[in-house]
């Protein structure tokens, strides 16, 4: 049965479909927010839509191949669907295309009736400490990105072996995934689609502790009861947790009662912390109420320790419980410090962007004239959908509701207009214009055949795939003569 929403939506696009020409709508990004867009908008709109869906990669799927971590195959299912919808004949994909290089946004929305911004977060919030800029700190999404075959961060200046110990500043789930694989008997690994130059540093890794450091306790821990499950009872990994840092206030228990995923991530840790395990061979300190006052380097400026302030909860009446520093610091020894504190999604030439929030500002899915526009003022014909409309939040099933919203007020705004709008010169105008400035545009079938080329590697190597993670590889290997080498 239809929620009253999706049924208004419906009754809606059945009066625009009547009397309209084919809508013409530009997806800019293919990770989860632009597949479940055009999915919504499939739905809704049947044969009266055309898609294109644009990426600044030749790959699709966007933090599905590039986020989500090698040693999570079953989470990368979801693109078994995204490959369904890609291959409707009323969607198209362009890869290798950079919006704001080799084409405006102005360009795109002339040439479609509505345009959907879905190109998520590649941007980083900082520590905004003394260090940060030392050789060997990296925000956790570049490492993600090099151990996952992301051609940006192919060639992050990382040594593993060189490095005993490891801070990672942060306690949510790409925390928890980045200590996973550096901890992981690469044993394990070999298999997946970790990248080769990753796995190859793996290999050769002396590193044996990591330290977590969160600035709350592990009450207030952001990370999921799934993934904190498997990384501590990991049997290579010891567990270790101060008793101190563990002790609960009356806030905490309140909490706990209120919220079982709380209670169980405060089980989890306590009962790993004192759990024996005598075949471990690597070490995860959890350093609660710890926070990142100075990343200390040698006279290379590289690391060689990261300084943390104490910290206690306090009640604020305006913040609600906040961390506050206590003035008494610890120092850890490490080689190598990974930022965790949240992804930041970039602004677009042309297009209003928040940057406190790091978001385009919107109204259910409809972009905003500006930071702080009343609801009603509105850019017309583009919209916005997944991280950048909401911030780096959820789990990928979280962009499905926030399509199905994006797309709702889309179809509510072409079904007010009297008339169709004017028939738009879409995907072939697109690539037109693509080709006539040289761009070497990776359409489904190019990403297919690049696709066959890493599972056939990956068949002859005993892994799911080998990812190709250089520029020229990628396109080399979608059947591209033209050198396009994409850069940020």
Not at 158 to 173: P, T
Not at 287 to 300: C, G, L, S, T, V
Request: glycine content about 8%; overall charge neutral.
């Amino acid at each position: 049965m239809l929620s009253p929403l999706r049924a208004s939506v419906a009754s809606l696009v059945r009066s625009y479909s009547s009397c309209a020409k084919q809508l013409a709508v530009c997806i800019v990004g293919s990770g989860p927010a632009g597949f479940y867009t055009a999915h919504q908008l499939l739905k809704l709109y049947g044969e009266d839509v055309k898609i294109d869906i644009l990426d600044r990669l030749p790959t699709p799927f966007g933090l599905v191949r590039t986020g989500v971590a090698p040693d999570h195959e079953d989470t990368k299912n979801v693109t078994n669907q995204f490959t369904r919808i890609a291959q409707d004949p009323r969607v198209n994909f362009f890869g290798n295309v950079n919006v704001g290089r080799d084409i405006t946004l102005d360009e795109i929305r002339k040439l479609y009736n509505a345009v959907v911004l879905a190109y998520g977060a590649e941007s980083d919030r900082k520590l905004n400490i003394p260090g940060e800029n030392s050789h060997g700190v990296h925000a956790a999404r570049e490492f993600v990105w090099w151990y996952n075959g992301h051609p940006d961060q192919r060639d992050l200046p990382v040594d593993l072996s060189r490095v005993e110990s490891v801070a990672v500043c942060g306690i949510g789930n790409v925390a928890l995934d980045c200590a996973r694989i550096l901890l992981r008997p690469v044993s394990e690994l070999a298999s997946t689609d970790i990248a080769r130059h990753a796995l190859k540093q793996l290999q050769h890794s002396k590193v044996r502790q990591v330290q977590l450091c969160a600035r709350r306790g592990p009450v207030q821990a952001a990370c999921t009861a799934k993934e904190l499950k498997e990384l501590v009872s990991m049997p290579s990994i010891a567990v270790h947790a101060q008793p101190s840092q563990l002790a609960v206030s009356e806030a905490d228990q309140a909490q706990m009662k209120a919220t079982r995923l709380k209670r169980r991530i405060y089980e989890l840790i306590s009962n790993a912390a004192v759990a024996e395990k005598p075949g471990a061979s690597r070490d995860l300190f959890f350093q609660f109420y710890r926070n990142p006052a100075e990343i200390i380097a040698d006279a290379d400026n590289q690391v060689q320790a990261i300084r943390v302030e104490k910290t206690q909860l306090v009640a604020d009446p305006v913040r609600g419980t906040v961390a506050v520093g206590t003035g008494e610091y610890e120092e850890y020894p490490v080689q190598l410090v990974l930022k965790s504190i949240g992804y930041k999604s970039l602004p677009l030439p042309g297009v209003p962007f928040d940057d406190r929030q790091g978001v385009v500002p919107n109204a259910a899915g409809r972009v905003l004239t500006g930071v702080g526009a009343a609801a009603d003022s509105t850019v017309p014909g583009l919209y916005v959908c997944g991280w950048l409309k909401r911030g780096p939040t959820g789990i990928i099933g979280t962009n499905l509701t926030d399509a199905e919203e994006t797309v709702a007020s889309m179809a509510q705004d072409y079904a007010m207009i009297s008339q169709a709008p004017t028939a738009a010169a879409g995907g072939a105008g697109l690539q037109q214009l693509l080709q006539s400035r040289s761009v070497a545009v990776v359409d489904y079938a190019a990403w297919e055949q690049l696709n066959a080329h890493e599972v056939n590697q990956g068949q002859q190597q005993g892994s799911v795939r080998v990812k190709c993670a250089a520029w020229d590889e990628l396109l080399r290997a979608a059947g591209m003569a033209l050198p396009h080498v994409q850069a940020m």
